[in-house]
Nanobody, 121 residues
């Protein structure tokens, strides 16, 4: 079985920073793309950032220029550094990873349980 566990959410003032981390554990042979999504109240889930196995990153929308995604494959972790936070960034943030548990397996998508980020004065 595979488990993704996020940490680092919380309450921060506008303009502040937070660092989210996600660790994958269990039977893992390989991890392909890792990503962060978020879901704000009353809105659809949206992609915040993703990083491929080769390290290429993608930031759609308002995260570009403010957020930075990175990964450490030796520890099966992905991190999201969020700077210049705005109230509109308030949401539950979810970690996602495409993981193959064994050499012959296809990659499957796994999700964490989510961590709340609240940006408010």
């Amino acid at each position: 079985q595979v488990e993704l566990v996020e940490s680092g959410g919380g309450l921060v003032q506008p303009g502040g920073s937070l660092r989210l981390s996600c660790a994958a554990s269990g039977t893992i042979f390989s991890i392909n793309t890792m990503a962060w999504y978020r879901r704000a109240p009353g809105r659809l889930r949206e992609l915040v950032a993703h990083i491929t196995k080769s390290g290429s990153t993608y930031y759609p929308g308002s995260a570009r220029g403010r957020f930075s995604i990175s990964r450490e494959d030796a520890k099966n972790t992905v991190t999201l550094q969020m700077n210049s936070l705005k109230p509109d960034d308030t949401a539950v943030y979810y970690c996602n990873a495409d993981i193959a548990q064994h050499d012959s397996d296809k990659f499957q998508s796994y999700w964490g349980q989510g961590t709340q980020v609240t940006v408010s004065s």
